[in-house]
């Protein structure tokens, strides 16, 4: 879908541009202990890439509709799998306690701060709708292109948008002002959990995706 197509598909105030990054996968041990004890901060925007991949994976389905052809709704449902498994689970619940933290800190940003843990739950809640479409589609069900398509692209908005203020805003504050104290409350936040797409032993059902983000990484792709 271009993207003035996804501005006039959500509501007027998410309309931004969605950005797109790629980076070489697994570059980084995301959210290893020993890696976050190192550099949080690095860790955390290092996920945030990893994430923002599989946003541009959704972005590439989302243009198939554009164009006529049949997304694949299989890759489409790992991709929202794993970011409601894994990013709502465990990457947000641990961001809310660095936000809560920080805002201690930083009163100047309270309120962007509340704000993005505000988002977390509407992104939630757009991944479950879009997560229950795609279930639906692929278990025969007959819904309309129009509605998966506005479904998938609100949550590329949401989220790419989501990621963009929290890099451009918070990370860097978080970096300059969060004590040991508080990384420690931040890694407490939530058991530790062994990454099913990224970490060093993927899960079954996310190999396919792991080689597709691995091709998609492929210099002149």
Not at 60 to 67: G, I, L, N, R, Y
Not at 163 to 181: C, F, H, M, N, Y
Request: charged share 25%; proline share 6%.
């Amino acid at each position: 879908m271009p993207r003035q197509a996804i501005r006039s598909a959500v509501p007027g105030y998410l309309a931004q541009t969605y950005c797109r990054a790629y980076v070489h996968p697994y570059a980084v041990p995301l959210f290893q202990e020993e890696a976050e004890m190192a550099n949080p901060i690095a860790a955390w925007h290092a996920e945030h890439v990893y994430f923002k991949q599989l946003l541009d994976l959704l972005h590439k389905q989302v243009d198939a509709f554009q164009t006529g052809k049949r997304p694949n709704y299989e890759l489409m449902l790992d991709i929202i799998s794993y970011l409601k498994d894994y990013s709502d689970k465990y990457h947000h619940p641990r961001e809310d306690v660095a936000f809560a933290r920080l805002a201690k800190h930083c009163p100047d940003i309270e309120l962007v701060l509340a704000r993005l843990r505000q988002e977390h739950r509407v992104i939630a809640r757009a991944g479950e709708t879009l997560c229950t479409l795609l279930n639906e589609i692929l278990g025969g069900a007959v819904i309309a292109r129009t509605e998966a398509e506005v479904a998938a692209a609100t949550y590329l908005v949401y989220y790419g948008n989501h990621i963009a203020k929290e890099d451009d805003v918070i990370l860097s504050r978080a970096g300059q002002t969060l004590t040991p104290e508080d990384w420690e409350a931040v890694r407490n936040a939530v058991p530790p959990s062994h990454d099913p797409l990224f970490g060093d032993r993927p899960e079954a059902r996310y190999q396919e995706l792991r080689r597709q983000i691995a091709r998609e990484a492929q210099p002149g792709d």
